[in-house]
């Protein structure tokens, strides 16, 4: 099992790394993506998928950073590294109210711009999309960046039944956290059980959204994607350990990640 979505760069694991890491594998998670929020967490997140077996990075400039300054070349160089496997996250947020639409749309038209240009000169990486409460913007958006609509995943996935399916149907693959576990959260589970086998994963999004029965503990950590994983299993009517491997398949193909030994 890989957690797909995780920020190891975040302080709450400040010197804690390569204790998070041996949890992780004890509980069965045999690798996580560590993904990036700016040009330079992205950087430090490349630093710690370099110095650790079973972590990779991403790169990219979250919405909810997008009126800090972004070091394109060093965002470019991060997504040359082999250890480097998808760009992101990056997207919309309207839950809050800062940064701006401004501010969010130009680091999003920015990054867009520069995948499309950067995969004609040979960087081709998949897409982690944050979305929230805003599917109507974003999904045109994504359409008409010619990016392949299969290389999205919407990340955190916290929007209803509908809203899925207009995933789906967009073409893009879902990811669930956390919130699939918690009861006031119906229409996350509905959606969870409406995924086709080969576009669903799972994550933590850790030090966020710590899982069912867990949820009180503070930093959430990769090792509890098994309980994430636990819920799906128990959602789509799955064995949990098919259901794992089903999820990890999922991860090695879309991230192009080495396959379970
Ligand atoms: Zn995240």
């Known amino acids: 099992m890989i957690d797909t979505h995780c920020h190891l760069t975040f302080t709450q694991y400040e010197g804690q790394i390569p204790a998070e890491l041996d949890r992780m594998r004890e509980a069965g998670v045999r690798g996580c993506i560590t993904v990036g929020t700016t040009s330079a967490d992205s950087v430090a997140g490349l630093a710690i998928a370099q110095a650790h077996e079973g972590v990779w990075c991403s790169a990219g400039v979250h919405p909810l950073h997008s009126d800090e300054p972004v070091d394109w070349g060093a965002l470019r160089a991060c997504a040359q590294h082999p250890r480097c496997v998808a760009w992101g996250e990056l997207g919309l947020d309207n839950h809050y109210a800062t940064p701006g639409k401004a501010h969010q749309m130009a680091a999003l038209e920015g990054q867009l711009d520069r995948m499309v240009r950067w995969r004609e000169e040979g960087i ?138």
């Open 124 to 261: 081709v990486k998949p897409v982690i999309i944050h979305c929230r409460k805003a599917f109507d913007e974003l999904l045109p958006m994504l359409a008409a960046s010619g990016l392949p609509r299969d290389r999205f995943v919407f990340h955190c996935f916290s929007g209803s039944e509908s809203e899925a399916r207009r995933v789906l149907d967009f073409g893009a693959w879902i990811s669930f956290t956390g919130i699939v576990t918690y009861r006031n959260a119906p229409e996350v589970q509905a959606a969870a059980k409406l995924m086709p086998d080969d576009r669903i994963m799972a994550e933590t999004d850790a030090p966020f959204l710590s899982p069912e029965p867990m949820r009180t503990a503070k930093p959430n950590r990769p090792a509890h994607v098994m309980l994430v994983v636990k819920q799906l299993a128990a959602l789509r009517g799955m064995d949990e350990a098919a259901c794992a491997d089903m999820l990890d398949r999922n991860a090695c193909r879309f991230f192009g990640l080495p396959p379970k030994p």
